[in-house]
């Protein structure tokens, strides 16, 4: 069985930074491609950045480019979204996810479907 655990969200005003960490217990999530979405109350659930098993290739959503990075340390197996510059409108819970299944193309796979497994969340508030 496989669990992600997200950790790290709170309550920081604008301009802020925070960084989540995604950890896992059972198989690890060091050899598998994984990705971080968010949801905002009313909102649906939304891609904001993917990283290949590796390291070597990253991808990010338009909303957070320049200002969100995603890294893995797979020494400590974790997956991590540094998130500067926060703004209002990045409040919501965050949630990790790993694909377990071959073929990851990390240019197109940014929906729910791409990925198997998925963390709780984390809660993220940012304040104007």
């Known amino acids: 069985q496989v669990q992600l655990v997200e950790s790290g969200g709170g309550l920081v005003q604008a301009g802020g930074s925070l960084r989540l960490s995604c950890a896992t217990s059972g198989r690890t999530v060091s050899s598998y491609p994984t990705g971080w979405f968010r949801q905002a109350p009313g909102k649906e659930r939304e891609f904001v950045a993917s990283i290949t098993r590796n390291g070597n290739y990253i991808r990010h959503a338009d909303s957070v480019k320049g200002r969100f990075t995603i890294s893995r340390d797979n020494a400590k197996n974790t997956v991590y979204l540094q998130m500067n510059s926060l703004k209002p409108e990045d409040t919501a819970v965050y949630y990790c996810?790993?694909?377990?299944?071959?073929?990851?193309?990390?240019?197109?796979?940014?929906?729910?479907?791409?990925?198997?497994?998925w963390g709780p969340g984390t809660q993220v508030t940012v304040s104007s």
């Open positions: 996810a790993a694909r377990f299944r071959g073929g990851f193309d990390i240019a197109t796979m940014d929906t729910l479907s791409d990925y198997d497994y």
